[in-house]
C-alpha cells in the first residue's frame, strides 16, 4: 500500500506512520518512510533545523518544491511508501501562516501545482495508493499540544478550527478523494494501535490481493526466521 498522510499536527500522522512501518517491517516488507514535508524538514539535525527557520523564503520554497516533485516518484517506484504531509499541508500552512513573520512558512505557493503533483501518481495507475486525512477534536489536539509540545510547532492553539476546516476543504478538493482513495481517521478517542486496527480495516477494499494475502500471513510476536520446508513458508522463533 502507498501511503499519504496529511492533517493538522498533532492529529498523531507521525505517530501512525511509525506504526505502519514497524507493521511492514515486521512481515519482513520494505518501506520508504518520509515525514519530513513540514517546515524544518524533521530529518535534519536539530542544528540544521534551527538554520532552516531562516533560509529566505525563496530559499523555502525552492527547497520544498524540488522535495514535493521528488517523492512522485517515490509514490510511483516504491511498494510501501510512507509520506508524511507532502503537498496538502503545505498548502494550508502557507495560506494561513505565510505573511506571519514569526512562522517558517511563506507567502506566494503556486498553488495550482497542486493537483499536477497528484496527476502525476495517478496517471501511472497504480493500484493501491491511498490518502488518509487524520483528525482528531479541538479538546484533544489542545491537550496534546500542552502534554507533548512538538519542538518547532507549526500551528497555534487559536487557530485549531480553522486549520482542521482547510485540510477537510484540500482533502474534499483531492483528486484522490474524487477517485475514492482517501480514509479519514479521527483519532480522538482511541489508542495508536486502535488507529492502525482501523488504518487496516478501511483499506481492505483499496489495498492488492497480494497485500490482503501479507496480512492475513501468522506472524510470532518474537524475532523469527523464515524457512521454507518442502515449498511451504514457515517463521521460526530466531535462534538465541
Not at 501511503?3 to 498523531?12: D, L, N
Not at 530529518?43 to 512522485?72: A, G, T
Request: proline share 6%.
Amino acid at each position: 500500500m502507498r501511503s499519504i498522510f496529511t492533517g493538522i499536527e498533532y492529529a498523531g500522522k507521525t505517530t501512525l506512520i511509525d506504526l505502519l512501518e514497524a507493521y511492514y517491517r515486521k512481515r519482513r516488507r520494505p518501506t520508504h518512510n518520509d515525514d519530513h514535508f513540514t517546515i524544518p524538514d524533521a530529518s535534519l539535525s536539530p542544528e540544521s533545523r534551527k538554520k532552516m527557520l531562516d533560509f529566505p523564503d525563496d530559499i523555502k520554497e525552492r527547497m520544498q518544491r524540488m522535495q514535493i516533485y521528488y517523492h512522485v516518484d517515490i509514490i510511483k517506484n516504491y511498494p510501501h511508501p510512507l509520506i508524511g504531509g507532502w503537498f496538502l499541508e503545505e498548502a494550508v500552512y502557507c495560506a494561513l501562516y505565510g505573511n506571519e513573520a514569526d512562522s517558517p512558512y511563506y507567502p506566494g505557493y503556486h498553488y495550482h501545482f497542486q493537483r499536477l503533483y497528484e496527476a502525476s501518481v495517478i496517471e501511472a495507475k497504480l493500484p493501491d495508493v491511498v490518502l488518509f486525512h487524520l483528525t482528531a477534536s479541538d479538546e484533544v489536539i489542545r491537550e496534546r499540544m500542552r502534554t507533548n509540545p512538538h519542538p518547532f510547532q507549526i500551528i497555534r492553539e487559536k487557530d485549531i478550527a480553522e486549520l482542521k476546516k482547510r485540510f477537510e476543504e484540500e482533502v474534499e478538493r483531492s483528486l484522490f478523494t474524487q477517485k475514492g482513495c482517501t480514509v479519514k481517521l479521527d483519532t480522538t478517542d482511541k489508542t495508536p494501535e486502535q488507529s492502525l486496527d482501523e488504518l487496516l480495516l478501511k483499506t481492505e477494499s483499496l489495498v492488492t490481493d497480494g497485500e490482503v494475502a501479507m496480512r492475513a500471513m501468522p506472524v510470532p510476536n518474537d524475532e523469527y526466521e523464515v524457512r521454507y520446508e518442502n515449498g511451504v513458508r514457515k517463521t521460526i522463533p530466531a535462534s538465541g
